[in-house]
């Protein structure tokens, strides 16, 4: 049965809040995320922190889904820092070429692969200070890097992470780091990983960039943004993107049945944000 909608909620609505009241409602956001989404994590396909890094890099202006289409012929032939380090370039731009900017990226791994023989004998650090330092690798890649590759908590702003935290009201605010510090301040260090994987997801697969499914996000009563999307239940089912938009839908309330047969597949957004190419 479809839940009854209350009226677009105002910008107001939310307009006298504390700091204090704003840190509890992310955190409670926070929570209700999990409990949308608990298949979020990376998306990128690794098995090392090296893999890891050179697939964020790629990832840059193009989709996960283009990278994996790309990397495993790319990691069945270099698989060590001095590999990429002395990688014929024509050969690797011709790999690389799907991703898009593949020079500059060409630039960016063979550059790694030499920053990490000499820097840190070959091996990927574990360091964000470090990290950083690397050719191709800002904060947002380190901090997937430590997030997922070394269990080391960490906020990863990406175009999604950077919308939506501006819709929920966590933030007003478009400098990536300062989006960082900020969220990171409301939301316990513990969770900074998954946290991110789940705003990414919510992002790709029910708060679009265009027009949000307002009208079957779990997140409705608590978001100043409500109404941004249809309100209405089924013109919002027809939004929800991914293997479990039905799933998404029913937690939101919505009869999973308006959520159409074609949608009930793996979607993905454009990553419009470069990291340092």
């Not at 919002?236 to 159409?260: Q, T």
Request: proline residues 6%.
């Amino acid at each position: 049965m479809t839940r009854p909608r209350t009226a677009t909620l105002a910008p107001q609505r939310f307009a006298g809040e504390t700091e204090l009241g704003r840190k509890r409602r992310a955190r409670k956001m926070a929570r209700v995320l999990a409990e949308t989404h608990p298949d979020a994590h990376c998306e990128l396909d690794f098995t090392n922190p090296l893999e890891l890094a050179v697939a964020t890099i790629l990832s840059a202006q193009t989709t996960d889904v283009r990278v994996n289409q790309v990397t495993p012929e790319l990691f069945r032939r270099y698989r060590t820092a001095a590999d990429y380090a002395a990688a014929d370039r024509a050969e690797m731009e011709t790999l690389l070429r799907p991703t898009g900017f593949f020079r500059a990226k060409t630039n960016s791994l063979i550059g790694l692969g030499q920053a990490l023989l000499d820097r840190h004998r070959g091996e990927v650090p574990r360091k964000l200070d470090q990290l950083v330092k690397l050719p191709g690798i800002g904060r947002k890649t380190a901090n997937v890097v430590l997030g997922n590759a070394f269990g080391v908590p960490g906020i990863t702003v990406d175009t999604h992470f950077r919308r939506l935290t501006n819709r929920f009201g966590w933030v007003d605010e478009q400098d990536e780091v300062k989006i960082e510090f900020a969220v990171a301040g409301m939301i316990e260090k513990r969770d900074w990983t998954m946290l991110s994987h789940r705003v990414i997801f919510h992002g790709r697969r029910v708060c679009h960039s265009r027009t949000p499914a307002c009208g079957a996000c779990t997140l409705s009563s608590m978001c100043p943004s409500y109404g941004t999307g249809p309100t209405e239940a089924a013109p919002a089912a027809k939004l929800l993107k991914g293997p479990r938009a039905r799933d998404l839908a029913a937690a939101a309330g919505v009869d999973p049945d308006l959520v159409p047969a074609a949608e009930v597949v793996a979607s993905e957004e454009p990553v419009v944000a470069p990291e340092e190419l």
